[in-house]
């Protein structure tokens, strides 16, 4: 006999059981350019110097500064010009300078370079240093970025623009990352479509699902890669067959079907499937109906079919499970201490995500309602920029008091949930 579904947890609890079962994926070699947003899968150690020779940081001249004096104006014999991809042909003697452009190697000898607009130019051979202020400054030393050999990342951390191109500077073409998790995404419900039926929705027959769209941005702005499931009826029959065409992913997500009325199918459909679940129903607002468990080894999260719902759960559970099927070692966004700029109450004994608006007043932010809350204003949604956190046990607020906020977008991110 099956072991039954835990129910009325907390979210914290909910958050960990998700992230119980799940591991990292396999790693696989692609290609440098598509592998932004992906976690590495071995150390990366640099083959070469960067920068691989002393160069310039400044048009201007390469010279010694034995040669420039106390200060005062001195005339130089300008023996090269070394352009940016070249090199120079060689040392500089005593009095002599090369012409030299950004990012150019130093000739031997040079210990500086004297910026253009510090001179003036006489002849084809000659330059009069105007100012010696640079004496001994903008040379860029071999290695003094990245040292060969040196450990330059680690198993475990993320690939953003910067990490891309300092791979790309050691020619690092193919790194080891975790495989990206394929997120399958089903919306259900015989009320809803999509917006090929356009005229349906416009004359108030169907209602767009906004779900599919939301669901389909949030899995690939958290890092996953999408498997559209599309549309299933309020049948079992159609959402069996929907159900099938997910064993391909990694992680399946379901919006509606999850109450208790008589077209609620999806929970039942998924426990005669075999489906371990683990829990139904939270204590939380918005977001009560929600579930995790294991269809075979594939794992589910079955999201309410309110919009706002289905938005604020996904933040709090599918991304930070997508986060950790990719590597990240850091899967949820953190909180952060805000001061409420009106008071707020609550009518249940539930932990309560409200949409909120930050402004920055005397430094500390302050956060304010976007307006009516309900579980299916999804423009309580668009106007966030944080999810404010109120504990169950407090069903009042009052203007200036503190609480934590989940800040949308925030590129921080801690092990534990912050909720």
């Known amino acids: 006999m099956s072991e039954k579904p835990r129910t009325r947890i ?58 420039l004096g106390s200060g005062e104006p001195v005339v130089l014999t300008v023996v090269e010009e070394i352009a940016a991809g070249g090199f120079p042909t060689r040392e500089l003697g005593a009095r002599e300078c ?46 003094e ?26 020619a690092w073409d193919r790194p080891l990352v975790h495989r990206r998790p394929t997120v399958a995404v089903l919306t259900t419900g015989d ?12 004359s108030g027959r169907k209602i767009a699902s906004s779900n599919s769209y939301t669901m389909r941005a949030a899995v690939q702005e958290a890092g996953g890669d999408l498997l559209e499931l599309g549309i299933a009826r309020d049948d079992p029959a159609d959402l069996h067959r929907s159900l099938e065409r997910a064993g391909a992913a990694d992680l399946l997500v ?25 829990f139904w129903r939270l204590r939380t607002r918005p977001g009560a109906p929600l579930g995790f468990g294991l269809l075979d080894s594939l794992p589910w999260i079955g999201l309410p079919g309110n919009p706002v719902s289905t938005m604020v759960t996904f933040e709090l559970f599918v991304r930070p499970a997508i986060r950790r099927l990719a590597g ?77 906020a989940i800040v949308l977008g925030d590129a921080a991110h801690v092990e534990q949930p912050p909720y």
């Open 98 to 143: 090369s012409r030299i452009f950004t990012g150019a190697p130093v000739p031997q000898g040079a210990d500086t370079v004297i910026r253009q607009e510090d001179t003036t130019r006489l002849d084809e051979a000659r330059v009069r240093i105007d100012d010696a202020r640079d004496a001994g400054r903008n040379v860029r030393s071999r290695g």
């Open 10 to 67: 907390s979210a914290a609890e909910a958050a960990a059981a998700v992230l119980e079962p799940l591991s990292p994926l396999d790693c696989v070699r692609v290609p440098l350019a598509d592998a932004l947003g992906s976690v590495l899968g071995e150390p990366v150690e640099s083959p070469i110097d960067i920068p691989p020779w002393d160069n310039s940081a400044m048009d201007g001249y390469a010279a010694r500064s034995a040669d």
């Open 254 to 278: 379901t919006s509606g079907g999850m109450s208790v009325g008589e077209h609620d199918h999806l929970r039942r459909m998924l426990e005669e499937l075999g489906s371990g679940m683990k």
């Open 328 to 404: 990240h070692a850091l899967p949820f966004r953190r909180a952060v201490p805000v001061r409420l700029g009106e008071p707020i109450s609550t009518a249940a004994r539930l932990t309560h995500f409200l949409r909120v608006r930050l402004n920055a007043e005397g430094g500390e932010p302050v956060a304010t309602l976007t307006g009516p809350q309900g579980s299916g204003m999804l423009t309580s949604m668009a106007k966030a920029d944080a999810l404010l956190i109120v504990p169950e046990d407090v069903e009042r607020a009052e203007a200036g008091a503190t609480l934590n």
């Open 191 to 202: 009320e809803i479509a999509d917006l090929g039926e356009r005229d349906a929705i416009l």
């Open 145 to 170: 970025d990245v040292a060969r050999g040196s450990a330059v990342f680690m198993p475990g951390d993320p690939l953003g623009p910067a990490q891309i191109g300092v791979l790309a500077s050691m």
